[in-house]
């Protein structure tokens, strides 16, 4: 990764938290639409570029053991994080000792996810037929863990607004929270060693954008039916769309 892709994760985290202060509600309708966009944009590149770069080496057991455990721990972390990953905020439950309970699994979900990014790009090259010193020009992981970055951000920053409503702590908040991708990615640059360490973290990452894109998509926005908006199915097909258009 470069100073820009940091930068781009950075950059993402920051305007969903800068939504929050400048929209005091929750904004139910534009949450349901992006997080639908981004669910799919995310399923659409998982089935695309993430499945054959975990699998191009046909060595499936160890990759797909990965990939279920990364699915199976975000349902953990979903309890510490009540959801929030997916655009819930549950107020009532956000408070005091809850909150840093919240906070941390964001945290820890944020930091895991970057694990992969710094070498994600030669298993993509390898995976549609170029050599390992080839680059793509499009980091598709990276794309789609801004994209998810985005409401999270959104969601989360309304609840520090909750719970910490002095400003430069609700920014110290924020820092950290949007450092943790970034600083997965760095860790992941020096811990994962070879092509094969990155590939099972990449499995692992994928089972869990996998259980947050199925469970935006599958959610209803009204309750007791199993209709879905015109908006939130709009936003659906340009997710995959996306996905499929990119290089």
């Not at 659409?44 to 057991?61: D, N, S, V």
């Amino acid at each position: 990764m470069n100073g820009l892709e940091y930068l781009l994760l950075l950059a993402a985290a920051f305007l969903g938290g800068g939504l929050a202060l400048l929209w005091k509600e929750q904004r139910k309708e534009w949450l349901g639409v992006i997080l639908a966009f981004a669910g799919s944009y995310i399923l659409g590149i998982i089935a695309t570029h993430l499945l054959p770069g975990i699998f191009g080496e046909g060595h499936a057991r160890g990759p797909g053991l990965a990939l279920l455990a990364g699915f199976v721990v975000q349902l953990l972390f979903s309890l510490l994080s009540q959801g929030v990953e997916h655009g819930h905020i549950h107020r009532e439950k956000a408070t005091g000792s809850s909150f840093l309970v919240i906070y941390g699994g964001l945290c820890l979900h944020a930091f895991v996810e970057g694990l992969p990014l710094s070498g994600y790009e030669s298993l993509d090259a390898h995976a549609v037929g170029h050599g390992h010193d080839h680059h793509p020009l499009f980091n598709h992981l990276l794309a789609g863990v801004a994209l998810h970055k985005l409401p999270e951000a959104y969601v989360m920053a309304l609840l520090v607004r909750i719970n910490q409503p002095l400003p430069s702590r609700f920014w110290v908040f924020m820092v950290i929270f949007a450092s943790m991708s970034p600083l997965g990615a760095l860790t992941g640059y020096y811990l994962l060693p070879d092509a094969q360490m990155v590939r099972l973290m990449l499995a692992f990452v994928v089972g869990s954008l996998m259980h947050i894109s199925t469970t935006i998509l599958f959610e209803s926005e009204s309750k007791g039916h199993h209709a879905i908006p015109w908006r939130k199915m709009a936003a659906m097909g340009l997710g995959i769309l996306f996905a499929l258009m990119a290089a």
